[in-house]
């Protein structure tokens, strides 16, 4: 499975701002491919929806937001549990740290600890 990264998760709508300066639709490009990430927060809580082109998947994310930062899980849709960090840069770019990924029986995480991918808005 390719990283994620506003993941999800991307996942990171309006993440500071009232106004949800930061929800939208974010592209993440990663050695791994190309991602695309839905984003929507309120209240300090963050839920995301990476999209994968290449095989037609889609992983979900939730998780906390304080400040220009969200750590989110993924909830749905893996072979793993991952687990990411997203700092937003900007309104309009973030960068995403995978800080874990634990596999099931059978499957192996693509990405290390530690990697990191840049995330860009474009909607």
Not at 52 to 59: E, Q, V
Not at 72 to 83: C, K
Request: aromatic share 12%; glycine share 8%.
């Amino acid at each position: 499975m390719k990283f994620m990264t506003i993941a999800l998760l991307f996942l990171f709508p309006g993440i500071v701002a009232a106004d949800n300066s930061y929800s939208g639709v974010w592209e993440v490009n990663s050695e791994l491919g190309l991602s695309y990430v839905s984003l929507h927060a309120k209240d300090g809580w963050i839920i995301a929806a990476e999209l994968d082109p290449d095989d037609d998947s889609w992983i979900a994310f939730e998780g906390a937001v304080s400040g220009n930062v969200a750590n989110v899980n993924s909830i749905y849709g893996t072979q793993a549990t991952y687990s990411y960090e997203l700092t937003f840069t900007s309104q309009e770019s973030a960068t995403i740290v995978l800080k874990s990924c634990n596999p099931n029986p059978g499957f192996v995480c693509l990405a290390p600890a530690g990697t990191s991918v840049q995330a860009v808005k474009i909607f």
